[in-house]
């Protein structure tokens, strides 16, 4: 536990994956039988669970990194590090390589990514025991589905009292199996939030309407809804509360979704209004998507304060 402006912070854990990412700038997504040539390919850190950590710390959260990696991902925990996460939980593999993402990224700034695990679907009850046990109640932990073993993880956090926030992308039906009901907070996009409800989509103009239901349905739960340009909207104890997003030029919004999660959760961890929360995580998410990369295009807490104070 740490203090931080006379609060005390709980621990926050990031149960997650690391990836390299190899970044491919293309005129246009490749399609079915297309042989299509690539501007550039640049590798960058990445995963949503190193991302989501090194926002979290960033935004000056004290987080905790757990997963695994190969030896080729050596350069992965040293910049976690480098930006102030405990890296004490990820574990070397001898016998499988790093997980890696291809990434597309086009002229308008959008990707499209193809995943492979590796080392992030090499976790093991041991692994997850021999963490939990250095976390109590009330730290945090925060999942999302680029791992193995993400039942017995919620199960086995809840048990010994932690509040556990999970971002379930890239979203899968069978996550519906997972023990849900012990989350206490859901970071979700349009289509993630659909699948959730189990709805084909939803609607724009039906947005506020979804998210309610979907904090109806986790009935424990916090809802965070991301709506990429058009803002994300947050429901809590049946009030919602909506924040535009910042208009920038996009370079690259990959990671820009995992940037909005470190800073909205560190925000609200310490002590923020959820509106303040949720521009602080606006604000730095517009920001990276200015940048190339994942990881790299994260800002610290200072590029976010100028930022904001540049558009009151
Ligand atoms: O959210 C962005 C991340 O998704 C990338 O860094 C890539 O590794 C994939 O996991």
Known sequence: MRRKGGKIVKKILCFGSLNID???????????????AASSLTLFSGGKGLNQAIALAKAGAPVYMAGAIGQDGLFLVEQLAGAGVDV???SVRTDVRTGNAIIQNDDAGDNCILLYGGANRSITR???????AHFSAGDFLLLQNEINELGYIIEQAHACGMRIIFNPSPMENDLLTLPLKQVDCFLVNEKEAAQLLQKATIEPADTEKQCMLLAQKFENA???????????????????FFQPAYRVETVDTTGAGDTFSGFLIAG???????????RQAAAASAIAVTRPGAAMSIPGQDEVADFLRERK
């Open 126 to 132: 041991a692994q997850v025991d021999e963490v939990l």
């Open 268 to 278: 609200l961890l310490y002590g923020l209004s959820i509106q303040e929360a949720l």
């Open 222 to 240: 916090m809802v965070v809804l991301t709506l990429g340009e058009n803002g994300a909207m947050l429901a809590k104890n049946k009030e919602i």
């Open 88 to 90: 004490s939980f990820v």
């Open 22 to 36: 190899y970044t491919y700038r293309v005129p246009h997504f490749v399609s079915k039988g297309e042989t299509l």
